[in-house]
């Protein structure tokens, strides 16, 4: 069984941030129309943003013990997010390189967003007051990511029509 301290939790949370920027970024080069370029490339800074906002985060968890239900709560949920099947040992390279299609690279953004949210949502209650307001901001962009790429679907979507 793992044993996690908050700040590990945090850093697999950061590099999640980090495939997703890179995914965005290897989509952003595929798609050589200015708009949609455009748009890959703003949702790749906002990753990143996102990657200094938690690695302001970590930075101030280093001693910091989770609050816990139940021994091994934190480790239970954990478990899941690390075998999952997005981000295990899938590089962003491999996540981009079969996306030829905006809609399909659409897609996936939502999806990786929508993982987002149920991956920091999850760590709020392992999280001291100060930390989950920062995290319920940042989960906030996350949803605001998800309604920009539905926009950006429908969009497309009657392009295509």
């Known amino acids: ?19 997703r920027r890179d995914f965005y970024a290897a989509v952003a080069e595929k798609f050589k129309d200015d708009e949609l370029h455009a748009i890959f490339i703003q949702l790749r800074d ?30 239970a949920y954990m478990d899941v997010f690390v075998e999952d099947k997005l981000y295990s040992k899938i590089s962003a390279e491999e996540f981009s390189k079969n996306i030829n299609d905006p809609l399909v690279a659409v ?7 929508k993982e987002a949210i149920l991956f920091f949502t999850g760590l709020l209650p392992f999280m001291e007051t100060y930390n989950k307001e920062i995290v319920c901001k940042l989960v906030d962009e996350e ?14 979507t009657a392009g295509k029509k």
Request: net charge negative; aromatic share 8%.
């Open 143 to 156: 949803r605001q990511h998800i309604i920009y790429l539905s926009n950006l679907r429908e969009k497309i």
């Open 107 to 113: 897609n996936q953004g939502i999806e990786f967003e």
């Open 1 to 19: 069984m793992n044993i996690f301290n908050i700040a590990e939790v945090v850093d697999l949370g950061i590099e999640k941030e980090k495939k």
């Open 46 to 75: 906002w990753e990143e943003t996102h990657i200094k906002k938690f690695s302001e985060i970590r930075n101030s968890l280093e001693a910091q013990e989770p609050a816990q239900g139940y021994e091994g709560e934190l480790s």
